[in-house]
């Protein structure tokens, strides 16, 4: 059981910059991969980024790609999401989500077993 809860969220403006956290739970944390996915209002919850349990293997959206950096600190138990020049259209929940198959770095939503509660991150124009 992986228990994970985001912070970092906020109000900022265009150009702008967040860094999210992700802290989890529990000593097996540097065995998963973690992902990043965004969910706006009335939309689905899509990908951002993901980083398999070494760091070795990272992706990204084609919309995340360049402006937001995906990192762990195994030692704290913790996956970060640095998002720079942010856009309105990043506005959305932020989730963290944990993969029990530590070895890949997934964009699939149904390859998560574990979600965190969602941070709101809100850019405005």
């Known amino acids: 059981q992986v228990q994970l809860v985001e912070s970092g969220g906020g109000l900022v403006q265009a150009g702008g910059s967040l860094r999210l956290s992700c802290a989890a739970s529990g000593r097996t944390f540097s065995s998963y991969a973690m992902g990043w996915f965004r969910q706006a209002r009335g939309k689905e919850r899509d990908f951002v980024a993901a980083?398999?349990?070494?760091?070795?293997?990272?992706v990204y959206a084609d919309s995340a790609k360049g402006r937001f950096t995906i990192s762990r600190d195994n030692a704290k138990n913790t996956v970060y999401l640095q998002m720079n020049s942010l856009k309105p259209e990043d506005t959305a929940v932020y989730y963290c989500?944990?993969?029990?198959?530590?070895?890949?770095?997934?964009?699939?939503?149904?390859?998560?077993?574990?979600w965190g509660q969602g941070t709101q991150v809100t850019v405005s124009s």
């Open positions: 980083i398999n349990r070494s760091g070795s293997n990272i």
């Open positions: 989500a944990a993969d029990s198959a530590g070895w890949r770095a997934g964009a699939n939503r149904g390859f998560y077993d574990y």
